[in-house]
């Protein structure tokens, strides 16, 4: 029974991007566009080679953003601001998500890549206002990114969140070797991914999975 290895759970911590709201929404396709568009003019490069340092960057890095600031000392500010001013009308309210994340014993946060501003006009469209105690952006971790450990650790100090008694939920396999190694309840939410020992759950129906713990 899934239900059991969650009994000690107090605060439950969710990814933001594809995690809650479904991958079909595509907002990361807008967002990338807009990354690609601010590599380029920043670096003064052509659209092909920005699009291969946003790429390239996030896989070295864990974000686009913290390629920029290792390599060319980009300031995150104007960055983040330009990249997540994109539509999101298209996402709609999921009120059966919503009541099952209320439902969950303890204290429950978003902590997302990206700002804490983008994170809550994402929640409004869904209707997730109203669910989380905190928010956590990139903006929290003194812009370190998941995967780092140390990202992690900062936020979750600033909340007073106990690693081991936290369940992370996370669309990134990466993202979730670090809260495993810390001591959390990992859960994969997508695409099932190839095995992997930091990873205990995994479900491609977030609403499904939660009602198992309720």
Same mark, same amino acid.
């Given at each position: 029974m899934v239900a059991a290895h969650f009994t000690h759970v107090r605060?439950?911590?969710?990814?933001?991007?594809?995690? *809650?709201?479904?991958?079909?929404?595509? /907002?990361?396709?807008?967002?990338?566009?807009?990354?690609?568009?601010?590599?380029?003019s920043a /670096?003064?490069?052509?659209?092909?080679?920005?699009?291969?340092?946003?790429?390239? @960057?996030?896989?070295r890095y864990g974000t686009t953003l913290a390629g920029l600031m290792n390599e060319h000392n980009v300031d995150p500010g104007p @960055?983040? #601001?330009?990249? #997540?001013?994109?539509?999101?009308?298209?996402?709609t309210p999921d009120p059966e998500l919503a009541s099952l994340i209320t439902r969950l014993p303890g204290r429950r946060i978003v902590y997302t890549n990206g700002t804490e501003p983008y994170a809550r006009r994402v929640l409004a469209a869904r209707g *997730?206002?109203?669910?989380?105690?905190?928010v956590y952006g990139v903006e929290h971790a003194d812009f370190r990114p998941k995967p780092e450990q140390a990202a992690f650790e900062a936020v979750f100090a600033l909340d007073? /969140?106990?690693?081991?008694?936290?369940?992370?939920?996370e669309d990134d396999v990466r993202n979730l070797a670090a809260p495993h190694a810390m001591g959390m309840r990992t859960v994969h939410v997508g695409p099932e991914p *190839?095995?992997?020992?930091?990873?205990?759950? #995994?479900?491609?129906?977030?609403?499904?999975? *939660?009602?198992?713990?309720?």
């Open positions: 605060a439950w911590v969710f990814d933001l991007d594809n995690t *809650l709201y479904p991958p079909e929404a595509r /907002l990361f396709d807008q967002i990338e566009v807009k990354m690609t568009a601010f590599v380029q /670096l003064g490069v052509t659209r092909e080679r920005a699009d291969f340092l946003r790429a390239d @960057y996030w896989r @960055y983040l #601001h330009e990249v #997540h001013e994109i539509d999101m009308s298209h996402l *997730l206002s109203d669910v989380f105690d905190a007073g /969140l106990a690693a081991d008694q936290g369940a992370m939920f *190839l095995p992997a020992d930091h990873i205990h759950h #995994h479900t491609d129906d977030l609403a499904a999975f *939660l009602s198992q713990l309720v």
